[in-house]
């Protein structure tokens, strides 16, 4: 079974400040990682993923994610904070080799703040 | 632009009483899926239909149904509706190539649906 984890309900951060979101995930192959941003009564905004290749992977308005096999993790990254970035962020995950490999795994959510 | 649409964007209705909710999509993907997300919650798959093989997940209650009378177009029809079915409620879609490819495609989620239960 798949499994994605969500570590911190909320993280709070200055603006201007590198930002990190934390995510780690459970798969018995290789995981396919994906992050979504949702902002209030709003749905889910993909933001970037993780297939194969480069370990670092960059993605819209400027997050970037890095696939750390050995630690299970696909932290959200963004190098200066913005306000316009406070939102609730998923992170999912499938594994391509089980059964029913199309689902989606999403993780509870992390609700970032950005402080002006 | 190609988007997921959904309609309403919020939707009140009286416990018990048929709601049906629509989701359109012009990105022509063969797989749409509905989702359920409670507050602060992680949006839980009901069910999805690659083309026009439906499939449902073990845990969806029989309340739930879905219609999908072709390529653009899905609806969730909640039979009576409980209080515990308020939430927002996501539709999204993707391109299922299959293959060596099954897995890596991004789904695509409209702006959802708020149900209110009265």
């Known amino acids: 079974a798949q499994s994605v984890a969500q570590p911190e309900d909320q993280v709070n951060v200055a603006e201007g400040n590198p930002l990190t979101v934390k995510c780690t995930y459970s798969?018995?192959?290789?995981?396919?990682l994906f992050w979504y941003v949702q902002y209030p009564n709003r749905g889910l905004q993909f933001l970037l993923k993780?297939?194969?290749?480069?370990?670092l992977v960059k993605g819209s308005y400027g997050f970037e994610a890095e696939f750390n096999k050995s630690q299970t993790s696909f932290h959200l990254k963004k190098p200066s904070a913005l306000v316009s970035d406070s939102a609730l962020y998923f992170c999912?995950?499938?594994?391509?080799?089980?059964?029913?490999?199309?689902?989606?795994?999403f993780g509870k959510g992390t609700k970032l703040s950005v402080i002006p | 632009d190609a988007m997921v649409i959904q309609n309403p964007r919020y939707q009140v209705t009286q416990f018990g009483k048929p709601v049906t909710l629509s989701c359109s999509q012009t990105?022509?993907?063969?797989?749409m899926y509905w989702y359920q997300q409670k507050s602060s919650q992680a949006p839980k798959l009901l069910f999805h239909?690659?083309?026009?093989?439906?499939?449902n997940e073990a845990d969806t209650p029989d309340n739930f149904q879905s219609r999908r009378p072709n390529t653009s177009f899905c609806f969730l029809d909640i039979r009576s509706p409980g209080l515990g079915d308020a939430a927002m409620y996501l539709c999204?879609?993707?391109?299922?190539?299959?293959?060596?490819?099954?897995?890596?495609?991004?789904?695509?989620f409209g702006p959802g649906t708020r149900l209110l239960v009265l």
């Open positions: 990105l022509n993907h063969n797989v």
């Open positions: 798969v018995s192959g290789n995981p396919y």
């Open positions: 999204a879609t993707s391109r299922l190539a299959g293959g060596p490819g099954l897995g890596q495609e991004t789904q695509y």
């Open positions: 993780y297939i194969t290749g480069d370990n």
């Open positions: 239909y690659y083309d026009k093989d439906f499939n």
């Open positions: 999912a995950v499938r594994d391509p080799s089980g059964a029913g490999s199309y689902q989606l795994t």
